[in-house]
């Protein structure tokens, strides 16, 4: 089952934008708001949750040899 991700957005009385990534461990947040804030302007602060210190979840498959 796949975790569910959420962006929250939050825009002050002063047109200041927040963006809250929940759901994402690591530095992922970061790459999935990229763009988001560049389309927006400057970051003027960035605060991280406690996700963020969190090791990511990493599956590999590996390949057990065994050529059919």
Do not use: N, W
């Not at 047109?15 to 461990?25: A, C, P, T, Y």
């Not at 970061?30 to 210190?53: D, M, N, P």
């Amino acid at each position: 089952m796949a975790t569910r991700r959420e962006i929250e957005f939050t825009i002050d009385d002063h047109g200041e934008v927040s963006i809250k990534v929940v759901g994402l461990k690591g530095p992922d947040c970061e790459r999935l708001t990229r763009e988001i804030e560049l389309a927006l302007g400057i970051v003027k602060e960035r605060q991280h949750t406690s996700e963020f210190y969190q090791q990511q979840d990493q599956t590999e498959k590996v390949d057990q040899g065994g050529d059919a």
